[in-house]
């Protein structure tokens, strides 16, 4: 029997153990149709689609989303991929200068199938090593004249790691005196406020143009909003046009943005509490660490001196003893060492926290037997 | 009272008339989230998401279409705007000629702020003058080599206009013997199949690539589908990826391009006989002519010898007449000439005969009067 379960886990992959799990930790909730059904629930059926940009159900939701970030205007996107080519496009054609700095692991430089420069034929400049997020001195030592900076808040791709605000202002005074445009790539802006103690209004100012996603710590179906003043958000629009993203209708994703940020942009507090403790937990275990070790947002990244396979087992052992879901995936980092991202939501919130410390000790145990062997 | 009403009529605009006409004639139904609603009114939800262009809601959605098209594989466009110009990048970069060929009203040349030149680079040679289709004459005599022609079946700006379905063949023939990739703008191909009693597959097998679109005839929310040979549709989604077109979750408009897609593609035969129909009772009316003067498809344009400020009156007049709404919107050609769009679908269908003909009669005595005058 027990032998039977062990041939049935190990054909099971992790994201199905993940997935059959009664208590999967990250995010809010499953990623299916349900979002959509919830956030239209107590919608007018009769309300008018917008028509390419125009009416207002897109109007009024661009108009509160700009007031939240304390800019004058905003634009919505389908997607950030779009908005923020378009915001360093508008930069680079106003400055007449092709070049535009950011992070290595920039979501434009590695996620992007190289859009900025087959579309744009933009050229970055890359600051900071892959270790560490762009700081003053990085931007002070640049070489190269720019027309823009992209600064991304929490650096993803580094386990959502932040600079001191303080850093940050010094940053937009810097490129204000030198007339270098600075863009927030804000995919989770809401989700680091809680750590600076300051308003997204209090943020923005700092930054000439500001991207913002939907559905990342808010968990909506897709959307983004693009903020700046007016003659930036018009020009926006244009290229978004050009892009194909001036959709005749985008109120399914308008929609459920509204209906996510109203309810899960109060809560960004408490993800962020739940990160500090769930880090906490997983640093308890050996060989692992997270990064950063003290999450400022409701991320972190996972890093374990365990081969990949290795993990996945231990981790599918601990679903199935437990029914708590650590994680969905694990990548390899190289023959003997892997990670994975935890963003965490509702779910997390929704998890008694014993089953929480039953699943991270048992996973300590299994990791403290596997230095044994 | 007569007074008053007419004052109350001249404040509305011809628009808010429309909405509040009983019998609105155009279109399947009102822009609203109703549309949305009722495509997902019998979903699960329990239905997993898209994920960035993979799951099984867009594989069966594409495999499908890709199978009606008759076409080895197909992908999921946000907007038609992304597909056809990736379409067309792709073909110019196989090439490695920048010289693409189209009409001078395609929607690539006058709807989408120049962005086939300011992303793509790409150099639009136009073929044919604008009051006609582009003809297998057109293409013989082009001096200038071209990596790609796009053919819009029917050509929408000039009334949905057709050429014979032998001379499609010819310019099919013409361009594969050259070398020359063939696209076809099919945002409205479903509209045309009943007028050249073809199936999708024999239309589309003349092309090397098809779009089609989920929210002209049909109705859909947004959405569109690009077709071809598998390498043709990998190397689009990189394309799509670059677009910022390759979102999280598409299934909004997925879900609703099929539903609507089973429940209007059959009725599509009815709806091109009841824009015979209605293009005839246009043609009775003085100082008016329709182009073309018997539709191939759901759609004609409407042309009056009138000002446009004058045929808006007169339509306001008829629509509180007779409950009949003709159209919603009427454009400035020159200060004595004006015309509209009209394309038919669920909404003529419902409508009693009788209210139509009433309707018509009532405009054809107004023009009558107007000339007298």
């Not at 929490?154 to 937009?172: N, V």
């Amino acid at each position: 029997m027990a032998e039977q379960m062990t041939e049935q886990m190990a054909k099971q992959t992790l994201l199905e153990a993940f997935n059959a799990a009664s208590y999967p930790l990250t995010g809010s909730s499953r990623w299916n149709v349900n979002q959509l059904l919830e956030a239209f629930r107590s919608i007018d059926g009769e309300q008018d689609s917008d028509i390419y940009g125009n009416g207002a159900i897109i109007e009024n939701f661009q108009a509160k989303i700009a007031s939240y970030l304390g800019k004058p205007s905003a634009v919505f996107f389908p997607s950030g991929t779009m908005a923020q080519q378009i915001a360093l496009r508008i930069w680079s054609d106003g400055a007449g200068n092709k070049k535009i700095a950011y992070h290595p692991l920039c979501h434009l430089e590695i996620h992007e199938q190289n859009g900025l420069h087959e579309l744009h034929h933009l050229e970055p400049l890359l600051l900071a090593d892959k270790s560490r997020t762009i700081g003053l001195e990085d931007i002070q030592q640049m070489t190269e004249k720019v027309s823009c900076i992209l600064l991304e808040l929490p650096q993803r791709e580094i386990g959502g790691t932040l600079l001191p605000f303080s850093e940050l202002e010094a940053i937009s005074a810097y490129c204000r005196e030198r007339g270098i445009k600075l863009h927030l790539d804000g995919a989770r802006l809401f989700e680091v406020l809680p750590y600076y103690k300051k308003t997204a209004a209090e943020v923005c100012r700092l930054f000439d143009s500001v991207y913002v996603s939907f559905y990342k710590g808010l968990g909506g179906i897709a959307g983004a909003m693009l903020a700046g003043d007016e003659s930036f958000t018009a020009e926006s629009k244009v290229w978004k046009r050009r892009h194909g993203g001036d959709l005749i209708s985008l109120y399914p994703y308008i929609i459920s943005s509204d209906y996510y940020f109203e309810q899960r942009l109060p809560k960004m507090e408490q993800y962020y509490h739940a990160a500090i403790e769930l880090a906490e937990l997983y640093n308890s275990c050996q060989h692992i660490e997270t990064r950063p070790e003290v999450p400022v947002s409701n991320m972190f990244h996972v890093h374990a001196a365990v081969p990949k396979e290795r993990l996945e087992q231990l981790f599918k052992a601990v679903y199935a003893e437990t029914g708590v879901g650590l994680t969905r995936y694990v990548r390899e980092v190289d023959a003997d060492n892997s990670y994975f991202e935890v963003s965490l939501g509702d779910r997390y919130l929704g998890t008694p926290k014993d089953k929480v410390r039953e699943a991270l000790g048992l996973l300590g145990a299994k990791l403290a037997e596997l230095k044994q062997q």
